[in-house]
């Protein structure tokens, strides 16, 4: 019987799952699927490593977590009954301090977890209540947490500062960075593709995006900050803007905290710079003028950012596009490459339309890269590493 790796991913809407299974020592995809709109009208859907649809289910009333993971505990069990599950390794965004790599979770790191909640009031919660709702299904599974925050804490301290009181920061206010275990797995592919690369710019473009300077291997900055909407405007997130912005809205009345948090979260980026779609493909695909200044704003701040970071760096060997936007949106990457041919990147169209995965010309001194991110494997990876330690 081949051992098995659950990856969880618990939104307040949704519930994602991936299946990974040992074979000959590495860990290979076997299922994945997703529960969606768990507050509404629930449905379950799940396909194989190939793409082909497994089962499908739909309920007639919400469901909480621990319902909607004992269904997916009881469809991988019966679906995969030559697998044995031996951990769960779930996405938390969160680890504080405390945690500058993944970690085996017991009742002492739960406390600890749930209490850094307010810092990411958007997904630490649901992502906390997931491996709690594990632990009442299968007390005895080992569950371990992988964190978006610890690929960050090697940037150098005055990376991580913001210029307030110490009284302040010792609230957790600094510069946390997030998408790390997507950053983690473009680190330790990368050398495949370009082993001599040193000096890196990571593009995490998706429907939340941010961007990641790495310097032999290790994150010496990112765009995302204390929260996940500082940075790059994203999809729905509105990316950097002046807090004395917000204090104005808060002083005229015309938001509060909640109302405030979802208007950064849910109707700014993309979305609300053109008023029409947080999708970038329907942006690309409208003559509305607001779409077409939605994209020049986004390629503008990666281009932004790029150049702060090379700065950084001392220069630039490589830079890599990722996620969503990144590994599909031609149009993006070519804005991006020629507002940054000053640093000798000169663009290979062909290459480009094609989604790379090179995508500089041979006389390019900056090698520009489309690589596919992939934070499940990871996950899977750090879980049975740590599964197997404790064993």
């Known amino acids: 019987m081949d051992r098995g790796i659950l990856v969880l991913n618990s939104g307040s809407s949704s519930l994602k799952f991936a299946l990974y299974r040992e074979a000959k020592e590495a860990l290979a995809l076997a299922a994945q699927g997703e529960i969606e709109a768990m507050m509404t009208q629930p449905r379950f859907a799940a396909h194989d490593e190939k793409g082909a649809e497994l089962a499908k289910h739909a309920w007639k009333a919400p469901i909480d977590a621990e319902t909607g993971f004992r269904f997916v505990l009881a469809f991988v069990e019966k679906a995969y009954a030559d697998v044995r599950i031996v951990g769960a390794g779930h996405r938390l965004v969160q680890g504080g301090t405390r945690y500058h790599g993944p970690a085996l979770v017991d009742d002492e790191a739960l406390t600890y977890l749930d209490g850094l909640s307010l810092l990411e009031p958007q997904h630490q919660p649901p992502e906390v209540e997931g491996v709690r709702a594990i632990r009442r299904i299968h007390p005895d599974l080992p569950q371990v947490a992988v964190f978006d925050t610890s690929f960050h804490r090697t940037m150098p301290e005055i990376a991580q500062l913001y210029a307030v009181p110490k009284s302040v920061r010792d609230e957790g206010v600094r510069h946390w960075g997030y998408h790390g275990t997507s950053y983690d797995y473009i680190n330790r592919t990368l050398p495949k593709y370009d082993p001599s690369a040193r000096r890196v710019i990571v593009g995490h473009l998706g429907s939340g995006a941010s961007m990641c300077a790495i310097l032999d291997g290790k994150s010496i900055a990112t765009t995302m900050g204390f929260s996940g909407i500082e940075g790059l405007p994203m999809g729905t997130r509105s990316g950097a803007i002046d807090?004395?912005?917000?204090?104005?809205?808060?002083?005229?009345?015309?938001?509060?905290?909640?109302?405030?948090?979802?208007?950064?979260?849910?109707?700014?980026?993309?979305?609300?710079?053109?008023?029409?779609?947080?999708?970038?493909?329907?942006?690309?695909?409208?003559?509305?003028?607001?779409?077409?200044?939605?994209?020049?704003?986004?390629?503008?701040?990666?281009?932004?950012?790029?150049?702060?970071?090379?700065?950084?760096?001392?220069?630039?060997?490589?830079?890599?596009?990722t996620a969503g936007i990144g590994e599909n949106a031609a149009s993006v990457r070519a804005g991006?490459?020629?507002?940054?041919?000053?640093?000798g990147l000169e663009l290979d169209e062909a290459a480009n339309k094609k989604n790379g995965p090179l995508i500089s010309t041979g006389a390019s001194r900056v090698r520009a890269w489309v690589i596919p991110t992939n934070e499940e494997i990871m996950i899977a990876r750090h879980t049975l590493t740590l599964v197997d330690k404790k064993r």
Do not use: C, M
């Open 336 to 343: 991006v490459v020629k507002q940054l041919a000053w640093l």
């Open 243 to 321: 807090a004395g912005a917000l204090l104005y809205l808060l002083r005229r009345k015309l938001y509060d905290d909640k109302s405030l948090q979802h208007l950064l979260y849910e109707e700014s980026g993309l979305k609300g710079l053109s008023e029409i779609s947080n999708d970038v493909r329907t942006l690309l695909a409208s003559d509305a003028p607001e779409a077409k200044q939605a994209i020049d704003y986004f390629v503008y701040q990666i281009v932004f950012f790029a150049g702060a970071y090379t700065a950084l760096l001392g220069g630039l060997d490589a830079i890599v596009f």
